[in-house]
């Protein structure tokens, strides 16, 4: 009943998209049973070496023969600001001596090694003739958009406004995910600033919707059939949920974190630029709001990213969530600690149910 041209695109069952979320969370186990439950997994890979993506495609596929996808971050040019990065280190020392952690010495990732770790993830999708391929931060290039669709990957762009999905039509790709302002984790505004991002879901799909004839699909704030079919209403082929996947059981999120959104309230999420340097959405904790009034001068993303990491690690392994990054949309409260199996048919029939 929820089948249309996407999902037949995808040859899934179900108008479901797990969102890919880089660092550990969407685990072989998670992305198998969301694709075994005719819905679509995802590998984030943001953070994978080109290795470690290789390796963990291969083990998906032990775990599934269906369909299943792979996530990039486009990387884009930043800004090295040495006053900024002194600044950021000052206010970070407290921090590493609370937890007990070493300033962070490891250089800093350059564009250049970012673009060669890139162009090899892109290779290894063609390789390893992984079918859906999608982007954030940015888009891919011709070149890899023609080398793409050469071996019949499925391309699928994410905009945080109608400018954005406009540019990722053109570009040829399949299908674009409009991310709303509800969403959690980092905001993939690539041309837009990202306050002129900050467009709710509601208003963003059949804006998008409008002005586009790729699929949408829509991503904020989902977590159950209601906001489905309230996505489909308003134009979207599909939805990509993320928060509602991160606390199931496959999920490889830390436990303090599954905890902190299964707790949480609606107003309790935050957006932060202080973990990464690229503004993102997740629970709010002593970390972003010690940081929330220095945030006009944090350190573009990669770099914040690099000089939070041992921060973020020790907190995580004391568990102390106070100086963990705790991503998470807009919807924590209907957040359930399930099964993939179950999250999948729970939203499907509710669904079901609510278009007779
Ligand atoms: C923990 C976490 C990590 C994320 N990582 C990625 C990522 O690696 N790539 C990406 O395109 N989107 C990422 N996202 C954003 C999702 O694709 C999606 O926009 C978001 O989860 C939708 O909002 P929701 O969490 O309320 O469902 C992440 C989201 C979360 C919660």
Same mark, same amino acid.
């Given at each position: 009943m929820l089948k249309n041209e996407l999902t037949n695109l995808l040859k899934i069952d179900n108008p479901i998209i797990q969102a890919p979320m880089a660092g550990g969370i969407t685990t072989s186990a998670l992305v198998a049973a969301?694709?075994?439950?005719?819905? #679509?997994?995802?590998?984030?890979?943001?953070?994978l070496s080109p290795v470690q993506l290789r390796d963990q495609i291969r083990e998906v596929k032990q775990l599934t023969t269906k369909n299943f996808g792979v996530n990039l971050f486009v990387p884009s040019n930043f800004e090295v600001i040495e006053n900024h990065i002194e600044e950021a280190n000052s206010l970070l020392d407290k921090y590493r001596t609370q937890l007990k952690v070493e300033q962070e010495l490891e250089a800093f990732p350059c564009m250049k090694e970012m673009l060669q770790v890139y162009n090899e993830q892109v290779q290894i999708i063609v390789e390893e003739k992984v079918r859906v391929c999608s982007f954030t931060f940015g888009v891919p290039s011709m070149e890899q958009i023609t080398l793409?669709?050469?071996? *019949?990957?499925? #391309?699928i762009g994410t905009a945080t406004t109608v400018t954005e999905a406009i540019a990722i039509e053109k570009l040829g790709m399949d299908a674009v995910v409009v991310q709303g302002s509800e969403a959690g984790g980092h905001r993939g505004n690539f041309i837009s600033r990202h306050e002129e991002g900050m467009i709710g879901v509601m208003s963003l799909i059949p804006q998008v919707a409008?002005?586009?004839?790729?699929?949408?699909?829509?991503?904020?704030?989902?977590?159950?059939?209601?906001?489905?079919?309230?996505?489909?209403? #308003? *134009?979207?082929?599909?939805?990509?949920?993320?928060?509602?996947?991160?606390?199931?059981?496959?999920?490889?999120?830390?436990p303090l974190h599954k905890e902190a959104i299964l707790q949480a309230k609606d107003e309790d999420t935050t957006l932060t630029n202080a973990f990464s340097g690229k503004w993102a959405r997740g629970i709010s904790n002593t970390f972003t709001k010690e940081m929330h009034?220095?945030?006009?001068?944090?350190?573009?993303?990669?770099?914040?990213n690099t000089l939070t990491q041992s921060i973020r690690k020790a907190s995580a392994s004391q568990n102390n969530k106070e100086y963990m990054s705790l991503w998470s949309g807009q919807s924590p409260t209907l957040a359930k600690n399930e099964t993939v199996e179950a999250l999948i048919q729970r939203t499907i029939k509710q669904a079901e149910r609510g278009m007779i």
């Open positions: 969301v694709s075994n439950n005719g819905a #679509l997994g995802m590998i984030g890979a943001g953070y793409l669709k050469q071996q *019949g990957v499925i #391309l409008d002005q586009v004839t790729i699929p949408v699909i829509a991503a904020g704030g989902i977590m159950d059939g209601r906001g489905l079919i309230a996505a489909l209403s #308003l *134009g979207a082929k599909a939805v990509q949920m993320g928060t509602a996947f991160l606390t199931c059981v496959e999920s490889g999120a830390h009034e220095y945030e006009a001068n944090i350190p573009n993303f990669p770099i914040q």
